[in-house]
């Protein structure tokens, strides 16, 4: 297992940011990629955003593109994804996956490594 932290959730009012970091231990993902899903309360989980390690290729989701951005640190072995303009309809929990190898995909099932979530809320 490679264990993966994500921590900078919060509660923030509609407009504001946060940023969300997710932090990898051990096994790296230089030749996969890493991404953020979210799930909302009686919805199922969906792709926000995702990057390949090797070529930091990014992917949106249309709903958070412009205002969030995926990016990774090499040498501390993490991801963040920056959230900007946040809405009410943003409030989920966030959960950070990983794939240790091929290109950035959209679909959860394509990522072996999953984090613990962080809630995000947003205050209209």
């Known amino acids: 297992q490679v264990p993966l932290v994500e921590s900078g959730g919060g509660l923030v009012q509609a407009g504001g940011s946060l940023r969300l970091s997710c932090a990898a231990s051990?096994?790296?993902?230089?030749?996969?990629?890493m991404g953020w899903f979210r799930q909302a309360p009686g919805k199922e989980r969906e792709f926000v955003a995702a990057?390949?390690?090797?070529?930091?290729?990014?992917y949106y989701a249309d709903s958070v593109k412009g205002r969030f951005t995926i990016s990774r640190d090499n040498a501390k072995n993490t991801v963040y994804l920056q959230m900007n303009s946040l809405k009410p309809e943003d409030t989920a929990v966030y959960y950070c996956?990983?794939?240790?190898?091929?290109?950035?995909?959209?679909?959860?099932?394509?990522?072996?490594?999953w984090g613990q979530g962080t809630q995000v809320t947003v205050s209209a």
């Open positions: 996956a990983g794939k240790t190898y091929g290109t950035s995909s959209l679909r959860a099932n394509d990522y072996a490594y």
């Open positions: 990057i390949t390690w090797r070529t930091t290729a990014t």
């Open positions: 051990g096994r790296t993902f230089g030749n996969g990629a």
